[in-house]
C-alpha cells in the first residue's frame, strides 16, 4: 500500500500544494491528499483516479453509497470525501447568501413587492442556510387546490434542500394573513414533518414590510 509519506518528493502531491498552491494539483492529487494512502494491491494515485472518473461521470448525484462501491473505499475515506464537497456546496457554490432572519427574505426578494398579482415563492436552504435556489411556483390568486404540496417539495428534493421558506406578495398591500394563507401554511407544515424538509417560514411580502408566520409563533 503506497502511502504519500513513502513517495518520492517530486511526486508528493502535498509538497506540490505548498510550492504552487491547490490550484497547480490535477483532481485526483487533491484527492489523493484527501485519501492519504491507498489499499493492499492499489496505491493512492490509482485509488484516486477511480475517484475522480465517478466525479467526471455522475458528481451531481454522488453519494457516500456510490463512493463506497469503489473497491478499498471505506466509509471513514468516503465520508472525508462527501464533507469535504458539502462544505464546497456550502460555501462556494451558487448565491452562498445565508439566510438568518425574514428581513434577510424581504431584501431578497424585493423584486415581487411591486408585482400586481400574487406570485408565490419558493427558497430551497442547504444545511447551513445558504440559499441554494429561488423559485417562482404559481402566479396568481393562492389557494389549496393551486398550491400543492407534490410541487413545493418534488422541487425542493431535487435542489436537495434541507429545509424551505415560502412567500409570496400581497398587491393589496397589506400583509395580514388570509385565512388561505393560514390553511395553505399549515398544509405545508404537515407535509414537512412527513418529507423531512424543515419548512422555516412563510413570509407575505408588501412595498415597505412584510409579515413572518415563524416571528408569529405560527410554525
Known amino acids: 500500500m ?3 509519506t513513502t ?10 500544494l505548498l510550492k504552487k498552491g491547490a490550484k497547480a ?4 492529487e487533491l484527492i489523493a491528499i484527501l485519501l492519504g494512502s491507498g489499499i493492499k494491491g492499489k496505491d493512492v494515485f490509482a485509488l484516486s483516479k477511480e475517484i475522480a472518473k465517478l466525479f467526471e461521470n455522475d458528481f451531481a448525484n ?14 471513514a475515506k468516503a465520508s472525508q470525501i462527501i464533507s469535504a464537497i458539502e462544505l464546497s456546496r456550502r ?21 415581487f413587492t411591486t408585482k400586481k398579482q400574487e406570485h408565490f415563492i419558493l427558497i430551497t436552504l442547504d444545511g447551513a442556510s445558504h440559499i ?3 423559485h417562482t411556483l404559481f402566479i396568481g390568486t393562492l389557494n389549496q387546490s393551486i398550491v400543492h404540496p407534490r410541487e413545493v417539495f418534488a422541487t425542493a428534493i431535487e435542489d436537495r ?12 398591500n397589506t400583509p395580514t394573513p388570509s385565512q388561505a394563507d393560514i390553511n395553505i401554511t399549515n398544509r405545508l407544515k404537515e407535509v414537512a414533518k412527513l ?6 417560514d412563510h413570509i407575505i411580502l408588501t412595498k415597505d414590510s412584510y409579515y413572518s408566520f415563524s416571528d408569529e409563533g405560527l410554525l
Open 62 to 75: 454522488l453519494s457516500l453509497e456510490k463512493l463506497q462501491k469503489i473497491n478499498g473505499l471505506g466509509l
Open 132 to 134: 441554494i435556489n429561488t
Open 7 to 16: 513517495l518520492p518528493q517530486n511526486d508528493k502531491p502535498r509538497e506540490k
Open 2 to 4: 503506497k502511502k504519500l
Open 195 to 200: 418529507v423531512g424538509i424543515e419548512l422555516l
Open 161 to 172: 434542500a434541507a429545509s424551505i421558506i415560502i412567500a409570496h406578495n400581497h398587491p393589496s
Open 91 to 111: 460555501y462556494l457554490i451558487k448565491q452562498n447568501k445565508k439566510v438568518t432572519s425574514p428581513q434577510d427574505i424581504f431584501n431578497e426578494l424585493k423584486d
Open 25 to 28: 494539483l490535477k483532481d485526483y
